[in-house]
């Protein structure tokens, strides 16, 4: 299955530590999204890269959060001093191409991200 | 703020029975309607609509999407059991950025 790839699928941290989410998009993908849902929310749209590029960021918190796709490697989501209002599904998406090319996005399984 | 409303937001229906889901939004310089169905992981891609009137089919599921309505409809007929998932509808809008607007979704459970 040469799906969207998320790790871990489940994620525990205690308060004020970091957690690391990783993505590997589809082959030959690179364009990179990430989401976040919330119990009884929707999906939310946090931030938009391209290889070693943020496109968009608009969705992410202003503080504790970060974002990066290497050039080589997994996208990593980086949330540092966690809270427990972090506790989410987080998602990433992969499309082969971007704007213009109305390519839908392909979701991994999700990383669930539990805060004690 | 770019917003998409789906409704109901739970059905409960017994199998064979026809479903319309719904959605609606308002968004700036709307490009695409998108559709997923959501299980217990990843959100599954199931159509994408641009064109108003234009109907997309696959199985018993289909879509279509009407610009001057700011809608969109997905119908499944026959429904089985493996049709209860979340449906989800999202749009895509012009501009730099690529990001999808999710709606809430709605919950369908397909009853023997």
């Known amino acids: 299955n040469a799906g969207v790839m998320q790790n871990p699928r489940h994620l525990v941290r205690r308060r004020g530590q970091e957690a690391r989410l990783r993505c590997s998009p589809m082959?030959?993908?690179?364009?990179v999204y990430w989401y976040r849902q919330l119990p009884e929310e929707g999906l939310k749209f946090m931030v938009y890269l391209q290889k070693e590029n943020i496109i968009d960021e608009s969705g992410m918190p202003k503080e504790r959060f970060s974002a990066e796709f290497p050039k080589e490697g997994p996208s990593i989501l980086r949330i540092q001093q966690v809270v427990r209002g972090d506790s989410a599904a987080y998602f990433c998406?992969?499309?082969?191409?971007?704007?213009?090319?109305?390519?839908?996005?392909?979701f991994g399984d999700g990383t669930r991200l539990s805060i004690l | 703020e770019d917003k998409v409303v789906q409704s109901p937001l739970s059905l409960v229906v017994h199998e064979g029975d026809t479903v319309t889901l719904n959605c609606s939004y308002e968004?700036?310089?709307?490009?695409?309607l998108l559709w997923y169905k959501q299980e217990k992981k990843a959100p599954t891609f199931l159509f994408m609509l641009?064109?108003?009137?234009i109907e997309k089919k696959s199985g018993r599921l289909s879509s279509i999407l009407d610009k001057k309505e700011l809608s969109s409809i997905l119908n499944i007929t026959a429904t089985q059991t493996g049709d209860s998932a979340i449906y989800l509808c999202a749009v895509r809008t012009q501009g730099g950025s690529e990001k999808l607007v999710f709606g809430k979704g709605t919950k369908l459970t397909v009853n023997p």
């Open positions: 082959k030959g993908h690179s364009h």
């Open positions: 968004v700036t310089n709307f490009r695409s």
């Open positions: 641009t064109s108003s009137g």
């Open positions: 998406a992969s499309s082969e191409y971007g704007t213009g090319l109305g390519q839908p996005q392909h």
